[in-house]
């Protein structure tokens, strides 16, 4: 079995999308995944299933409008997959630290795409890059450095310039989902 994160995009952000998260872990159990567990409300389940990614992928998306009205955007990590992003952050501990001592809260996120983007949209998002912010593109992840807030940020606001869908989550939230991951391993 493997052992997946499913990061659901632009629920329960500014009262849209509402979905308590006891539902969406119903939902999924009734999907016949196993093992499911959620973190937090921005919509993090884990779970384990033998089904193929892109498949497991458009069933839950599917599945989720027809239990809750509407279309999400739906990105899976493998467990493994977010180990490897966690351990890979292209920023040093010396530049998070110092993006950390100046911002207004969290500093380190990342965006989870759903498929790689072209060179095209990356080169569009570089024109909304500005002082304070940095930006690291590593496969289908996007790590974001900031130096004051992500709240007011260009960079942050752009990301559909790169023409993907995608979902992000603060270093704190990788972090523990790589946790829980592991502890399903167990």
Known sequence: MTIYIALLRGINVGGKNIIKMAELKRTFEAMNLSRVQTYIQSGNVLFE???????????????????????????????????????????????VSEAKASSEGESLYVSFLLEESSKEGIERLGAFKSNGEEYRIVGREVFLLFSHSIRNSKLAN????????????????????????????I
Do not use: Y
């Open 158 to 185: 752009n990301l559909q310039k790169l023409d993907v869908p995608a979902t992000m989550r603060n270093w704190k939230t990788t972090n523990k989902l790589v946790a829980l991951a592991s502890a399903m391993e």
């Open 49 to 95: 299933s033998e089904e193929e990614k892109e498949s497991l992928r458009r069933r839950i998306e599917h599945e989720i409008e027809v239990a809750f009205g509407f279309a999400v955007t739906v990105v899976l990590r493998t467990a493994e997959e977010l180990k490897r992003i966690v351990a890979n952050c292209p920023f040093s501990e010396e530049e």
